[in-house]
Structures are given as C-alpha cells and as structure tokens.
C-alpha cells in the first residue's frame, strides 16, 4: 500500500524546501518516483525588475533553475525523478497542472500564505486543481513544517463521499502511522449513526489500520475544534475531504475548509 508516482510542485516560497524534503522522504518509504513542477512565468517574491520582457526572461530562468536544482537532488539522493516546466502564468497554469496530476498518486502543493501579494494567485491555483485533477493533494504549510513521517493522523470525519475519498486516498499514510484517529464532529447533520463509526472501524481493520474514534460535540465553530484535537494529540497530518457548496466553481475553499487551510498548523490531505 504505497503511492508509487508523486507530483511535486516547485516554487520559491518558504515552504518549498521542506515540500521537497518530505518528497524525498515519502520517495524512499515508498519507493516512489518524483516529478516536480515549475511555472514558466510566475512571478517569484524577490522580483523587482518593471521591465516586462526583462521579467519574463527572468521567471523562465527561474523556472529553469528550480527545475534543475530539483533534478540535482533527486540525482544525489538516488531517487528516479524528472521534471517538467509548464508554459504560462500561474492563472494559465492551473488546468495543465490538473491534467498532468490526473496520473499521479498524490500531488504535493503548497498552503498560500495570506500575507503574500501572490496569495489570491496563488489560492486560485489550488482550487482549480484539486477541483479537475480527481487526485489526493497533499498541502505543506507555508511556514514549512515538517511532520514526516506521519505518526499520528487525524480523519476528519462525517461520512460524506468527500471525507471516504480522503480516507482511502490516505492509506498509504494512515497504514504506517503508529496511531489514528476519527473525529467525529457531532451535530444535526453528522452523528454517529449517519458517520457508521463501528463499520468504519471494521473496514479500516480489515486493512491492518487500528484506529481510534473521537467524538466531539461542539461548544464552538466546527475549524476550531478540528484545530484544537491537531494541537491536543500533537497530531502530524489530517486527512479530510474538500467541503463546500456547488456554485460557479464549486468553491472548495469556504466554510470548514478555507478556515482550515488559512490557519493550518500541519500538514493536510484533501481529496474533493
């Protein structure tokens, strides 16, 4: 039970280093093969050239060199690897992106940070990926935490078709963690019956996963108690599904989780 292929996306944020040390780690765990992903022509944060020709040959050169250093170490680390530049800005990018995605196991992107002037680019980026690439998208922090391996995982779970393609998608993980839990948000819409706990846990032990409910009924926003359980039990990923409403784009980034991933203090897997 392991993700062979990984889709890394590669970029000049904070966060980029460890994005690439924890895809070495998953690499050598599981034997997988890595292929990170630059952006022609975006727009790195130390830029401030205002010559738009000088710019853009600045971004492809960027592009190049984040490539090529990835290659690098994925060369001295013995890990089979390639990588691939995808033309365009970051708002032109994000559909390549998806369709490429759609044959790997598990694409590795980045949480924007709101205190960037790239965050609503870069915010929009995620959303159209996780929303066309039908794949597990694993978010690193912005503030790069490293949490691998994963010890301690941590379902958000109500039972929706969203949280059960999250799980699944997650074993690889979770089935190496030495302890997991199910958080049970207790409400109107999500109870105990509806989240069929016991079977739950029957399927996750037909899999050797040993897993651990925890029921919650809360006396505060649903995203706080989510936060507090990550922080209580020192927990090293959470795994939940893309929550939202249908709308024009189907905006996976409201409610529960938009508030997640803007204050996300570990790293996530989401499937939508």
Same mark, same amino acid.
Request: proline share 1%.
């Given at each position: 039970?392991?993700?062979? *292929?990984?889709?890394?996306?590669? *970029? *000049?944020?904070? /966060?980029?280093?460890?994005?690439?040390?924890?895809?070495?780690?998953?690499?050598? /765990?599981?034997?997988?093969?890595?292929?990170?992903?630059?952006?022609?022509?975006?727009?790195?944060?130390?830029?401030?050239?205002?010559?738009? *020709?000088?710019?853009?040959?600045?971004?492809?050169?960027f592009a190049e060199q984040l490539t090529r250093e990835f290659q690098e170490t994925m060369d001295k680390e013995g890990i089979e690897a390639s990588t691939i530049i995808i033309p365009g800005k970051i708002s032109e990018a994000s559909r390549e992106m998806a369709r490429l995605a759609r044959n790997f196991d598990l694409v590795m992107l980045r949480q924007p940070n709101p205190d960037k002037e790239n965050y609503s680019r870069l915010k929009e980026f995620a959303e159209d990926v996780m929303l066309h690439c039908g794949r597990p998208i694993f978010f690193m922090p912005y503030i790069g935490v490293h949490r691998i391996p994963c010890r301690k995982s941590m379902i958000s779970w109500d039972g929706s078709p969203g949280a059960t393609r999250a799980l699944h998608d997650s074993f690889p993980i979770i089935s190496k963690s030495e302890e997991v839990y199910i958080l049970v948000v207790e409400s109107k819409k999500a109870n105990k019956e509806e989240a069929m706990i016991d079977e739950l846990l029957m399927h996750l032990g037909r899999h050797g996963i040993n897993a651990k409910p925890l029921y919650v009924k809360p006396a505060y926003e649903i995203q706080t108690v989510i936060q507090n359980h990550i922080a209580d039990y020192d927990i090293d990923i959470l795994i939940m599904g893309g929550y939202g409403t249908p709308s024009f784009r189907q905006?996976?980034?409201?409610?529960?989780?938009?508030?997640?991933?803007?204050?996300?203090?570990t790293p996530i897997l989401m499937s939508h």
């Open positions: 039970m392991n993700y062979k *292929d990984i889709l890394v996306f590669l *970029d *000049d944020g904070k /966060s980029n280093e460890v994005r690439v040390k924890t895809a070495i780690y998953l690499a050598k /765990s599981h034997g997988a093969t890595l292929t990170g992903v630059s952006i022609e022509l975006m727009r790195p944060e130390h830029l401030r050239v205002q010559d738009e *020709d000088a710019a853009e040959l600045h971004m492809r050169q905006k996976i980034f409201g409610g529960v989780t938009s508030s997640i991933l803007e204050s996300m203090i």
